[in-house]
């Protein structure tokens, strides 16, 4: 183990600026949602829709581009996703029905897996020592959370100088500036010699018929639910559920004077405890059991979430559950790549990552469309947000039978 090695290395300031562009723009979409609206008169089902779609074609998209990232090459994978990610958004700019957005959307979302967790990490894993990796993902994965803190307002900020098809062009541009950030991206290999000469077929059989890889699997679908739900309809939520703000107080004195303010706060509130919550995951990574820390953060998210909907919903507890559940939000990730790259290898990490990973966008899909489904049947979100209490205490209890240990390599 060479504990001398740096953590921070060019290959992982590399990812960290990709990640943060990627995650930026993506966490800007529902920025454009009344523009986009409004201009065509759409109802918002339709946009919610489209979202739905480029969080499922993410998911697709992201064993895909592992796999083209172990044959071809991790940057042009990278390259590969920006020119889907930027092809889709000049599209999208010159869509005007609601089947062409959403169609477009297919390309974005193969565009952020390109350029998302599932390359990226597995580039930034390979580059770092033993000692530096769960700790080099957890900074990788936190930079996807800066790009959520300034990706929106960035968005609001442009649509006061130009038009929302303006804005998707200026976004496409930036998306290919950050590929000068790729002459970073140069990986030393320290995968072992048995892992060099497996091949992906043998390594997807191993983990197809290991217990542990589906348990992965079926414990990151409520990631992505709870995700993908929160970030979509929470700011409805407490638009229309939280007690009022009350004059004087220093939520008042801060500006905030109505709860459609108090739910966009909540976002951001999520997005700066997410990285503190990321780099300490990834701090515990290296020290403790990732399958006991996983199960304990899945845990914490059932209990945050059940006592938050039971308790009287008032300002202050809004904030208390954004920055409790920021502070658990992609801690998982770092946690789930690690368990990855440890039990199954280096090697192909980004394709058995992206497997993994689209169980996740699975569960953000129906997460987006079951809270706009049901609250238009039920006319609330309780339903919805206790499918998500559930599915979390689910994924607490799956985590704990995983054998958390290298499996052996079929012979070459």
Request: contains cysteine; glycine residues 12%.
């Amino acid at each position: 183990m060479d504990t001398r090695a740096p953590l921070v290395t060019p290959v992982l300031i590399g990812g960290c600026i990709i990640i943060l562009v990627g995650f930026a723009i993506r966490a800007s979409f529902g920025v454009f949602q009344i523009p986009i609206a409004e201009e065509f008169g759409w109802p918002r089902a339709e946009f919610s829709l489209a979202i739905a779609i480029q969080n499922l074609a993410w998911g697709i998209g992201q064993p895909l581009f592992g796999a083209v990232a172990e044959r071809f090459g991790d940057r042009r994978a990278i390259v590969a996703g920006a020119v889907f990610y930027a092809t889709g958004l000049i599209l999208s700019a010159m869509s005007t029905t609601p089947i062409a957005h959403q169609a477009l959307e297919v390309a974005v979302g193969f565009g952020i897996a390109g350029m998302g967790f599932g390359v990226v990490l597995a580039v930034v894993g390979r580059a770092a020592s033993d000692e530096n990796r769960s700790m080099a993902l957890g900074v990788a994965t936190a930079a996807g959370s800066a790009g959520q803190i300034v990706g929106a307002p960035f968005a609001e900020w442009l649509l006061t100088h130009m038009q929302w098809q303006g804005v998707f062009f200026v976004f496409a541009g930036i998306i290919g500036a950050s590929l000068l950030a790729l002459p970073l991206l140069k990986a030393p290999e320290r995968a072992s010699r048995a892992e060099l000469e497996e091949s992906l077929g043998e390594v997807l059989t191993r983990a197809s018929r290991d217990p542990s890889f589906t348990l992965i699997f079926l414990g990151f679908f409520s990631c992505g639910y709870q995700l993908a739900f929160i970030t979509a309809h929470f700011p409805a939520f407490v638009t229309e559920l939280c007690g009022p703000i009350a004059p004087g107080s220093l939520l008042s004195g801060l500006g905030i004077s109505s709860t459609s303010t108090l739910g966009a706060l909540a976002i951001s509130l999520i997005g700066v405890a997410n990285i503190g919550g990321t780099l300490t995951a990834g701090w515990l990574g290296k020290r403790y059991t990732k399958k006991y820390l996983l199960a304990g953060i899945y845990a914490a998210r059932t209990v945050v979430a059940a006592m938050f909907i039971i308790l009287p919903i008032t300002p202050a507890s809004v904030i208390v559950f954004s920055l409790a559940m920021g502070a658990l939000w992609l801690a998982t990730v770092p946690l789930t790549s690690g368990l990855v790259a440890h039990i199954y290898g280096l090697r192909y990490m980004g394709t058995l990552y992206g497997i993994v990973f689209f169980s996740h966008q699975l569960g953000g899909f129906l997460g987006v469309w079951l809270g706009g489904r049901m609250y238009d049947i039920y006319g609330n979100y309780t339903l919805v947000w206790w499918i998500g209490v559930a599915v979390g205490a689910f994924s607490a209890l799956v985590h704990l039978p995983i054998r958390e240990r290298r499996t052996d390599f079929l012979p070459a």
